[in-house]
T-cell receptor, first 113, second 112 residues
Framework: AQSVTQLGSHVSVSEGALVLLRCNYS??????LFWYVQYPNQGLQLLLK??????LVKGINGFEAEFKKSETSFHLTKPSAHMSDAAEYFC???????????FGGGTRVLVKP | DGGITQSPKYLFRKEGQNVTLSCEQN?????MYWYRQDPGQGLRLIYY???????QKGDIAEGYSVSREKKESFPLTVTSAQKNPTAFYLC???????????FGQGTRLTVV
């Protein structure tokens, strides 16, 4: 069975500072990995995805994530936080294309001016 | 514009009543999913369907039912057997050969 662990349910960063959200997964097969963002009372929007191509994946809004198989990690980063980055972020895994997603518990990001 | 439409956005029901949440997509996606979101617990899969007239239970299917009579539609019924139905419900869809899913805007169900 697959599982996803997001370290830290809440993260607070200053505007302009590095954003680092941690995600570790367990999977019996090479996984597909995703980061989604959710604003209050809205659905989820895909930020980026890893599908066994380049290990460093660039997404929307300046975010990127690096797949590290040896560490079973897929951490999300952004060099400089904006106020608009305040949201909840979810890491997810699936076994294959078109397959159901398994989500982590989410990390809520607060951006301080 | 293509997308996934969930309705209504907010829903209130009395305890013991069944309620049906609507999910429609015009993306021509094969698979559709229902997730439940509770604070601090991420998203948990209730049911999913990969083709019309077929669906499978997810991790928390008890107290819920679904149907998939049309490719575009995947309604979720929250029955009176669901012990704690108050939650945010999200519908999603995906292509069979493409990684990732598209999500609707969600329905917040409150049972009083």
């Amino acid at each position: 069975a697959q599982s996803v662990t997001q370290l830290g349910s809440h993260v607070s960063v200053s505007e302009g500072a590095l954003v680092l959200l941690r995600c570790n997964y367990s999977s019996s097969v090479p996984p597909y990995l995703f980061w989604y963002v959710q604003y209050p009372n809205q659905g989820l929007q895909l930020l980026l995805k890893y599908t066994s191509a380049a290990t460093l994946v660039k997404g929307i809004n300046g975010f990127e994530a690096e797949f590290k198989k040896s560490e079973t990690s897929f951490h999300l980063t952004k060099p400089s936080a904006h106020m608009s980055d305040a949201a909840e972020y979810f890491c997810a895994v699936s076994k294959a294309a078109g397959n159901k997603l398994t989500f982590g518990g989410g990390t809520r990001v607060l951006v301080k001016p | 514009d293509g997308g996934i439409t969930q309705s209504p956005k907010y829903l209130f029901r009395k305890e013991g009543q069944n309620v049906t949440l609507s999910c429609e997509q015009n993306l021509n996606h094969d698979a559709m999913y229902w997730y439940r979101q509770d604070p601090g617990q991420g998203l948990r899969l209730i049911y999913y369907s990969q083709i019309v007239n077929d669906f499978q239970k997810g991790d928390i299917a008890e107290g819920y039912s679904v149907s998939r009579e049309k490719k575009e539609s995947f309604p979720l019924t929250v029955t009176s057997a669901q012990k704690n139905p108050t939650a945010f419900y999200l519908c999603a869809s995906s292509l069979e050969d493409r990684a990732g899913a598209f999500f609707g805007q969600g329905t917040r169900l409150t049972v009083v």
